[in-house]
């Protein structure tokens, strides 16, 4: 069961789709959308962002992140992430470790093209996580 309503989960998936225009993608050519949404209810949009330095890419899950933290919003209910093929394209693992600072009961949207969905929490994608509660001063 989801925390959004169907409306919202609809929302979501509608923004996430649309983040994909942005998409600075001229290496893989494989366009990637995120839509972020924080526990008050803002959405923040996500693209990946390549280069030429082939690691020094983004991917759209991070870029709505950083967007949101760099605005002051840490806590989070749920990610949409899209492509631009006929595939549920699920987060990297880099992603899955960035997002587990931020909660590991993160709801995760994998969007297909015809707006159909599979819906997982981020612990079961990143199971025995390393996160902050295990340092020192957290
Ligand atoms: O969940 C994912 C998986 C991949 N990518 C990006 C990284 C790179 O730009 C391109 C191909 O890996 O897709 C994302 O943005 N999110
Ligand atoms: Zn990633």
Same mark, same amino acid.
């Given at each position: 069961?989801?925390?959004?309503?169907?409306?919202?989960?609809?929302?979501? +998936?509608?923004?996430?789709?649309? &983040?994909?225009?942005?998409?600075? @993608?001229?290496?893989?050519?494989?366009? /990637?959308?995120? !839509?972020?949404?924080?526990?008050?209810?803002?959405?923040?949009?996500?693209?990946?962002?390549?280069?030429?330095?082939?690691?020094?890419? +983004?991917?759209?899950?991070?870029? &709505?992140?950083?967007?949101?933290? @760099?605005?002051?919003?840490?806590?989070? /209910?749920?990610? !949409?992430?899209?492509?631009?093929?006929?595939?549920?394209?699920?987060?990297?693992?880099?992603?899955?470790?960035?997002?587990?600072?931020?909660?590991?009961?993160?709801?995760?949207?994998?969007?297909?093209?015809?707006?159909?969905?599979?819906?997982?929490?981020?612990?079961?994608?990143?199971?025995?996580?390393?996160?902050?509660?295990?340092?020192?001063?957290?």
């Amino acid at each position: 069961m989801s925390a959004l309503t169907n409306d919202q989960i609809e929302e979501l +998936i509608t923004k996430s789709l649309d &983040a994909r225009e942005f998409s600075y @993608s001229p290496y893989s050519k494989f366009r /990637v959308g995120a !839509a972020l949404r924080s526990v008050d209810g803002k959405i923040f949009q996500g693209c990946n962002v390549e280069n030429a330095s082939y690691g020094g890419a +983004i991917c759209a899950e991070r870029t &709505a992140f950083v967007k949101a933290v @760099s605005e002051g919003h840490l806590r989070f /209910v749920a990610i !949409a992430v899209s492509c631009d093929f006929n595939h549920y394209i699920t987060p990297c693992g880099i992603c899955r470790q960035f997002m587990n600072e931020f909660g590991k009961n993160l709801e995760i949207f994998f969007v297909n093209d015809d707006r159909t969905y599979k819906r997982a929490i981020l612990a079961d994608l990143l199971p025995y996580a390393f996160g902050p509660e295990i340092l020192p001063g957290k």
